[in-house]
């Protein structure tokens, strides 16, 4: 049973640059949700995915955008990069939105 | 925004010991998760907490949904060197809410 995965594992950008990010869902999930943590922190929720829409949506501006496939899998796209966005980028999964999620390894993004 | 506070914010403890951490909300969460997170990976889903009063185990983990529903109770038993880690509880902010708010968690570190 594969869990959640993401990639790639760790990104090094600069200030200015976009990137994108990629997460697959833990089998007979349909839900993505993305978080970012910043160092010391807990998650921060950014948005949700389901049935290819954005469903629900934390504080974070409009430079944060993503994308649900049919097949589930989710992109998060982050335009314009500044220092502060430097972080760890989780994606969780679950079933019908259900609040039990399942959080991936994540991806490190490091912005110069 | 909606805050979960964890305390300790750190603790060291001798192999076998017994550990004790909780959370609260100034608001009353519906459900209550708790994850565990190693340095550089993703939060795993340790227990999940539905009903107030309700005790749960998984293995030597026992965690506890308190009655006021704005508190959430983890212990370890018999701690050992894997013990070693981040604990953070995490719940939906609010009823029809599908994202989960964390706490800043509580960094465990079990001297052998």
């Known amino acids: 049973d594969a869990g959640v995965t993401q990639s790639p594992t760790h990104l090094i950008k600069t200030r200015g640059q976009q990137v994108t990010l990629r997460c697959s869902p833990k089998?007979?999930?349909?839900?993505v949700s993305w978080y970012q943590q910043a160092l010391g922190q807990g998650p921060q929720f950014i948005f949700q995915?389901?049935?290819?829409?954005?469903?629900q949506r934390g504080n974070f501006p409009d430079r944060f955008s993503g994308h649900q496939f049919p097949n589930y899998s989710s992109e998060l796209n982050v335009n314009a990069l500044l220092l502060g966005d430097s972080a760890l980028y989780l994606c969780?999964?679950?079933?019908?939105?259900?609040?039990?999620?399942?959080f991936g390894p994540g991806t490190r993004l490091t912005v110069l | 925004g909606q805050q979960l506070n964890q305390s300790p914010q750190s603790m060291f403890i001798q192999e076998g010991e017994d550990v004790s951490m909780n959370c609260t909300s100034s608001?009353?969460?519906?459900?209550w998760l708790w994850y565990k997170q190693d340095p550089g990976e993703g939060p795993v889903l340790l227990i999940a907490?539905?009903?107030?009063?309700e005790l749960t185990s998984n293995g030597r983990l026992t965690a506890q949904f308190g009655i006021t529903r704005k508190d959430s109770f983890l212990n370890i038993s018999a701690s050992i060197p894997s013990d070693v880690g981040i604990y953070f509880c995490?719940?939906?902010?609010?009823?029809?809410?599908?994202?989960?708010?964390f706490g800043k968690g509580t960094k465990l570190s079990v001297i052998p």
């Open positions: 969780a999964s679950s079933q019908k939105r259900l609040v039990l999620q399942y």
């Open positions: 089998s007979g999930h349909d839900t």
């Open positions: 995915y389901y049935e290819e829409e954005e469903r």
């Open positions: 608001s009353i969460f519906n459900t």
């Open positions: 907490l539905y009903k107030a009063g």
């Open positions: 995490a719940g939906p902010p609010g009823a029809g809410s599908y994202q989960l708010t």
